[in-house]
């Protein structure tokens, strides 16, 4: 069976503070697809990022960064110097191939001025 | 347009009401989907659409009927629908279901607001 979780219900933080939001998934396929989104207020999910299960290589885009720690089946998402249009419920998601999204319950952000 | 377009945004309605939540993707993309997204809630699949074809229907009760005329157009037919029922439906579209291709991701709408009094 698939599963995410992301342990962190919410979380708060003051402007320029960086946050990690946690999320570990279990699957038993060797080949699978890790996703974050991001839902802001307006409600449409944004897509972040699309990770592979053979690419362990960190990413940074911007002040977004992303850990994929295979051993730990972990894929962790920071945000440094968060800014107040952080604040939004973010979603970790996996696939694999044929078959539905798993999406982890979201974390809402608040990032306070 | 561009993206992925819902309407209406919000929607009241009575359990005896009959209506129609609409979706539009303006990206070429082959397979639709529609979400429910509760309160304190995962999002929850309802159906899928590949090229045309409905390949996924998550245990969806029958007061919801979808319907994809095309690949750019799903629908979602509601009918004496129940209280519990109320939540954000969201539409959402990639580039194909992903069978044989790595999956690609989801491009969402902005989601229709649904409460059934």
């Known amino acids: 069976a698939q599963k995410v979780t992301q342990a962190q219900t919410e979380i708060s933080v003051v402007e320029k503070e960086d946050v990690t939001l946690d999320c570990v998934y279990e699957?038993?396929?060797?080949?699978?697809?890790l996703f974050w989104y991001k839902q802001p207020p307006s409600g449409e999910l944004v897509f972040l990022i699309r990770?592979?299960?053979?690419?362990?290589q960190n990413e940074i885009s911007g002040r977004y960064s992303w850990n994929f720690q295979k051993s730990t089946s972990s894929f962790n998402f920071t945000i440094t110097a968060s800014q107040v249009v952080d604040s939004a419920v973010y979603f970790c998601?996996?696939?694999?191939?044929?078959?539905?999204?798993?999406f982890g319950p979201g974390t809402r952000l608040s990032v306070l001025p | 347009e561009t993206g992925v377009t819902q309407t209406p945004r919000h929607l009241v309605m009575g359990m005896t009401n009959k209506k129609s939540l609409k979706c539009e993707q303006h990206?070429?993309?082959?397979?639709m989907y529609w979400y429910k997204q509760s309160a304190k809630k995962p999002l929850e699949l309802m159906f899928v659409?590949?090229?045309?074809?409905?390949?996924e229907n998550n245990s969806v009760p029958s007061r919801f009927s979808p319907e994809c005329p095309n690949s750019s157009h799903l629908f979602l037919h509601l009918h004496t629908l129940q209280p519990e029922d109320s939540a954000l439906y969201l539409c959402?579209?990639?580039?194909?279901?992903?069978?044989?291709?790595?999956?690609?991701?989801?491009?969402f709408g902005p989601g229709t607001r649904l409460t059934v009094t």
């Open positions: 998601a996996l696939r694999n191939y044929g078959q539905n999204f798993v």
């Open positions: 990770r592979n299960s053979f690419d362990e």
């Open positions: 959402a579209s990639s580039q194909d279901f992903g069978w044989v291709q790595p999956p690609y991701e989801q491009y």
């Open positions: 990206l070429g993309h082959n397979a």
């Open positions: 699957t038993r396929d060797t080949t699978y697809y």
């Open positions: 659409y590949n090229f045309k074809e409905q390949t």
